[in-house]
């Protein structure tokens, strides 16, 4: 879709090289490749590491031996395309990409409390989604994958739509490999608040 926008590309996308202009490989076994077997061994690699290639006369290959680093090499494949005044254009590369640390993450709050001012803004629970939505987007297309979302003086009965937005947005998260992470207070602030009673339900995550 972000190649659309901005280059006007469209393309096949499949798992077969036949007719596609990108096959994307889930090949579980690449850990155990002479070639790449090394690279893949290592834990980040194994779950979020990827291959890109591209060379003349032949479909653009994305290979991973995980979901996410399939997702991944998606990522940075969009962001490989450069205009030159003609059109879009992609070089010829050969991509081993990993990270370093396995999570990484961004604070977003739906409330202020913490120095972050809320992304509801005030134009009802679809356009909050709308909006969360195009940011976890954009949390993908930079791999960030750790989103500190809600919490700090919050409760399921915050507002009828609140327990089923929440699940919706976790869903869209978990389907770009972001987790949602909700915080609460620890004793050290919430003494100040001992003798209001909590007012939600208790879960085990």
């Known amino acids: 879709k972000s190649l659309h926008v901005q280059h006007g590309i469209e393309f096949q996308v499949g798992h077969d090289v036949d007719g596609a202009d990108v096959v994307i490989e889930l090949d579980k076994g690449l850990p155990e490749t002479d070639d790449y077997g090394a690279f893949f061994r290592e834990e980040n690699a194994r779950e979020q590491g990827y291959l890109i290639e591209v060379a003349d006369g032949a479909p653009v290959r994305l290979r991973a031996p995980n979901e ?3 997702l991944y090499a998606a990522a940075t494949l969009s962001q490989l395309f450069a205009d030159d005044g003609e059109g879009a254009r992609l070089g010829h590369v050969a991509i081993r990409d990993r990270p370093d640390f396995r999570y990484r993450g961004v604070r977003w709050l739906i409330w202020v409390e913490m120095g972050v001012w809320a992304y509801d803004r005030g134009d009802g629970p679809e356009a909050f989604r709308r909006r969360i939505i195009e940011k976890l987007d954009m949390a993908l297309t930079y791999k960030i994958n750790v989103v ?3 919490g700090f003086g919050w409760g399921t009965d915050s507002h009828p739509e609140y327990a089923g937005l929440m ?3 976790n ?3 978990r389907r770009r490999g972001i987790h949602l992470m909700h915080g609460g207070y620890g004793a050290g602030h919430a003494g100040a608040f001992r003798e209001k009673p909590y007012r939600g339900e208790v879960f085990e995550n």
């Open 171 to 173: 869903r869209e998260a």
């Open 167 to 169: 699940q919706d947005l």
């Open 68 to 70: 996410l680093g399939c």
């Open 148 to 150: 500190i979302f809600d």
